[in-house]
Nanobody, 115 residues
Framework: QVQLVESGGGLVQPGGSLRLSCTAS????????MAWYRQAPGKERELVAT???????NSADSVKGRFTISGSIAKNTVYLHMNSLKPEDTAVYYC?????????WGQGTQVTVSS
């Protein structure tokens, strides 16, 4: 059973930065793709950014130019680097990994952007 553990969330002021980490229980190279999603109160979960096994990345228009996804095979970890944070980025952020037909999720980490 794949386990994903997120960390790095917290309270930050508008314009600030955070780095989220997602550490997997096995090599991230095993996964076809990994991604970060977020869910704000009263809203549906939305895709934030993805990274594929070959290193290709993509991000939602709402975070393009501010958020960057990256991975470390040596550390079995995928990161979400978040800059120029806005109050509307406040949400629980979830790590996702796709392995064959299976989707795995972490427990989520809260990010709150507020002054």
């Amino acid at each position: 059973q794949v386990q994903l553990v997120e960390s790095g969330g917290g309270l930050v002021q508008p314009g600030g930065s955070l780095r989220l980490s997602c550490t997997a229980s096995e090599s991230i190279f095993n996964f076809a793709a990994m991604a970060w999603y977020r869910q704000a109160p009263g809203k549906e979960r939305e895709l934030v950014a993805t990274i594929t096994r070959d290193g290709s990345t993509n991000s939602a228009d709402s975070v393009k130019g501010r958020f960057t996804i990256s991975g470390s095979i040596a550390k079995n970890t995928v990161y979400l680097h978040m800059n120029s944070l806005k109050p509307e980025d406040t949400a629980v952020y979830y790590c996702n990994a796709r392995l064959g037909s299976q989707n795995y999720w972490g427990q989520g980490t809260q990010v709150t952007v507020s002054s």
